[in-house]
């Protein structure tokens, strides 16, 4: 899995429209074969849905831009490390793999010292070995560059 650096500024880039729209700083997008397909932010203010993280709108949305549930052969880019949920529905729409900057343990410091975090304390690598189909994971991929979206968080 070629791992591309422009992919995660173009996340960082949704995460920094989500948080000038009021919502947490995160983003993700969805590429397959070298294109992004989908774009995701964090809409759970906007939406007022508790599902409706960045990595599950990019889903959604990339789904239907090609008309099915699976997204074989994509690669979810996202800011933060991705949630059970999350995890969970990138493994069930059997994508190729995740690449993540900033950790739970990162958000888990941030929120102590800024807002209020609420996540379950399982890491995406937990979640993805328990899988099938097995999903390749990079993790902490350009972390400092995601850490820094914390500060413009809630």
């Given at each position: 899995m070629?791992?591309?650096?422009?992919?995660m500024?173009?996340?960082?880039?949704?995460?920094?429209?989500?948080?000038?729209e009021?919502d947490?700083?995160?983003?993700?997008?969805?590429?397959?074969?070298?294109?992004?397909l989908?774009?995701?932010?964090?809409?759970?203010?906007?939406?007022?849905?508790?599902?409706?993280?960045?990595e599950?709108v990019?889903?959604?949305?990339?789904?239907?831009?090609?008309?099915?549930?699976?997204?074989?052969?994509?690669?979810?880019?996202?800011?933060?490390?991705?949630?059970?949920?999350?995890?969970?529905?990138?493994?069930?729409?059997?994508?190729?793999?995740?690449?993540?900057?900033?950790?739970i343990?990162?958000?888990?410091?941030?929120?102590?010292?800024?807002?209020?975090?609420?996540?379950?304390?399982?890491k995406?690598?937990?979640?993805?070995?328990?899988?099938?189909p097995?999903?390749?994971l990079?993790?902490?991929?350009?972390?400092e560059?995601?850490?820094?979206?914390?500060?413009?968080?809630?």
């Amino acid at each position: 899995m070629k791992i591309q650096k422009k992919f995660m500024e173009e996340s960082i880039s949704v995460a920094r429209k989500s948080a000038k729209e009021g919502d947490y700083a995160i983003g993700a997008i969805i590429v397959k074969d070298g294109k992004v397909l989908a774009e995701g932010k964090t809409l759970l203010n906007y939406h007022l849905d508790p599902t409706a993280h960045a990595e599950i709108v990019a889903i959604r949305k990339a789904c239907k831009e090609i008309n099915s549930r699976f997204l074989e052969g994509c690669i979810l880019y996202v800011t933060h490390e991705p949630c059970p949920m999350c995890a969970s529905a990138a493994i069930w729409a059997k994508m190729k793999g995740i690449v993540f900057g900033a950790t739970i343990k990162d958000a888990s410091y941030f929120a102590s010292s800024k807002f209020s975090w609420k996540q379950i304390n399982l890491k995406c690598r937990e979640v993805l070995e328990k899988s099938k189909p097995r999903l390749v994971l990079v993790e902490e991929f350009m972390r400092e560059e995601c850490n820094e979206l914390f500060y413009l968080s809630q």
